[in-house]
């Protein structure tokens, strides 16, 4: 085996043996699913999907992770803080938010979200016009209500708010992004080491950096 293809062993070795999503958030391709859910729902109503917004994302899985924590189901945190200030204490700026939860054992966000779908007051959150950023917290344990315990049950936060249309340039698909979702996953990584010993249009600077994209498991945006 030559140096070259000793290289390309070793990092995609490094992808196999690095999980991709963040440690943070073991959740995060449950999220992913859930939104691709909602964004498939506004664009069969003619609205323009969500984009992820991070600070609402943090603020949406605090509260799921603290709701099976502390044995609760509220939009009011704990201690009795209302979502709004949630969202304005993270630092999210917007004149316009709002929010969604749903509990589900066991956990299925396909069942989670057909359930939100059939509730006219959480269907019309994620289909207002108004919105148009979205974080999504899913937090997964055991729950005890009523005396009874529940050993795999799932909340699930959705909080919307308004963001200003990004005036700067647009972030284009990486090109060996497959579904063109802001995420590299191992079967893009695979597609780039075959072009790169194909001699194809990628360095070994550009395939570094693919694979350190997908060890972090972010959007790229």
Not at 48 to 54: A, I, L, T, V
Not at 104 to 126: D, F, K, Q, W
Request: hydrophobic share 35%; with cysteine.
């Amino acid at each position: 085996m030559n140096k070259l293809n000793i290289l390309l062993v070793s990092l995609l070795m490094v992808c196999l043996l690095v999980p991709a999503a963040s440690a943070d958030n073991p959740y995060s391709g449950e999220e992913q699913q859930m939104l691709d859910l909602i964004n498939q729902e506004r664009e069969e109503n003619g609205l323009d999907p969500f984009r992820f917004n991070s600070l609402l994302n943090d603020v949406a899985s605090e509260h799921s992770q603290e709701m099976i924590d502390k044995d609760y189901f509220s939009h009011n945190s704990y201690d009795g803080t209302s979502f709004s200030t949630r969202i304005r204490s993270s630092g999210y700026e917007s004149y316009s938010y709002a929010e969604n939860i749903a509990f589900r054992v066991p956990p299925s966000v396909t069942i989670a979200h057909e359930g939100l779908m059939n509730s006219a007051g959480h269907r019309a959150n994620i289909l207002n016009p108004s919105y148009n950023e979205i974080g999504i917290g899913i937090w997964v344990g055991e729950f005890v209500y009523d005396d009874r315990t529940y050993s795999n049950a799932a909340t699930y936060t959705q909080n919307f708010g308004w963001g200003e249309p990004a005036t700067d340039h647009v972030i284009p698909y990486n090109p060996y992004d497959e579904n063109e979702d802001h995420l590299i996953d191992i079967g893009d990584v695979s597609a780039a080491i075959d072009d790169y010993r194909k001699q194809g249009p990628i360095s070994i600077a550009e395939l570094s950096e693919l694979i350190d994209m997908y060890r972090i498991g972010e959007p790229y945006y």
